[in-house]
């Protein structure tokens, strides 16, 4: 039962798997003040998103049909679904995570009255890899998202100076970089004897270099550059013994395990062919982080990701495309390595650079640690947001 003086809070996100959104819409609900605030989380499906606040006590509400593509006859069912939504909980704020559920929600609630509409854009989608006339749209629904919101916040503030740019924008954005929390990471060893199980052909380098890479396999995360990067390294005398294992799960999956094998067979010899290893799904995979020596987030659109900020407090050297607010968190040569997105010769050769020089890798990885735990604390994005919300 509410408790008089508490504000209603309703979080919406598209998706209920556990990406970067749905880890923020995670710590906010979980942290919120309980006698400041009743909360309750709205999406679509009942993924480990769900799982997890049904665990910790959050009162969850499924939104049928909803689904990131766009679907015309199901965004209406959907949109129809909000307003009903919207008009029995009546929330006194509403806080919008993902593009699709940005949009409907926004206009479901100025339609419905709610007194407080936030947006979070983690990442603008008019980045990913689209037509110019695409990419034209999505920008001009985002900026509409905008306009329909009270308040909007990006996660970096290269985010919110690119909204910024565009009409009647600027009062309406903050920048609040995401935070994180203490993990209970596992030590080398252990870590990596339990990424064995999950393919026991790593044994074989167990006591080599690891390249990592965590996330969902989805043509964002740029991995196609990541392993055109890694057959370049193939050929080398460095990264003979060096695999690159990845972590994470998607619809990418099947495409890019056929690259990794016609990078392999084109860079190296009959014996070296299996040295890219596809994990999958793994939970709470960020405490198996010690297993690698070489971190790489090679991107192609990002917000500001969780990820480094977790291979940060691990303490290992980051390669990472530059952009987004990766800059934010990674200064180059100083507590990572900056490369350009979509280069696989530039990715590489910064690869190769810090496999070749053990100095280095626990210099920036130290650098890395001491800057995230100094700069991106979960309880300062928490504190900042509630400011939001009380405005």
Known sequence: MERPGKQKILYLIT??????AQRYVYDLATRLPKESFDVRVACGGNGVLTERLQAEGILILI????????????????????L???????????????????????????????KKIIFTAHGWAWHESRSPFSRAIIKTLHWITVLLCHHV?????????????MPWTKNKLI?????????????????RDFLITKNPALTTYKNSLWIGAIGELHKNKGYEYLLEAFGNLARTVLAKNVPLVIIGE???????????????????????????????????????????????????????P?????????????????????????????????????????????????????????????????SV???????????????????
């Open 306 to 370: 969780y990820v480094l900020l977790e291979a940060g407090l691990a303490g290992l050297p980051v390669v990472a495309s530059d952009i987004g607010g990766i800059s934010e968190i990674i200064e180059d040569k100083k507590t990572g390595i900056l490369t350009k997105s979509r280069d696989a010769l530039v990715i590489a050769d910064s690869l190769s650079f810090l496999l070749d020089n053990a100095h280095l890798r626990q210099s920036l990885g130290t650098a890395l640690q001491a």
């Open 175 to 191: 920048a609040i970089h995401n935070g994180i929390g203490a993990i209970d990471f596992i030590e080398k060893a252990t870590a």
């Open 15 to 20: 998706k209920s798997n556990f990406g970067g």
């Open 250 to 304: 998607g619809e990418e999956r099947q495409r890019l395990e056929n690259l990794a094998r016609t990078v392999l067979a084109k860079n190296a010899t009959a014996s070296q062919t299996e040295k890219v290893f596809f994990l999958g799904q793994i939970p709470d995979a960020s405490r198996y982080l010690k297993a690698f020596d070489v971190f790489a987030l090679t991107s192609i659109k990002e917000g500001l």
């Open 63 to 82: 939104i049928p049909n909803l689904i990131r593509n766009v679907n015309v006859f199901q965004d209406i069912l959907v949109f129809s679904h909000i």
């Open 84 to 114: 009903s939504l919207l008009r029995k909980e009546r929330p006194d704020i509403i806080h919008l995570n993902s593009s699709k559920i940005g949009g409907l929600g926004a206009l479901a609630g100025r339609l419905v009255g709610v």
């Open 153 to 165: 916040i990006t996660v970096a503030e290269k985010e919110r100076a690119e909204m910024a740019e």
């Open 373 to 391: 735990t100094q700069n991106f604390p979960v309880e300062k994005m928490l504190k900042n947001t509630c400011a939001v919300y009380t405005k």
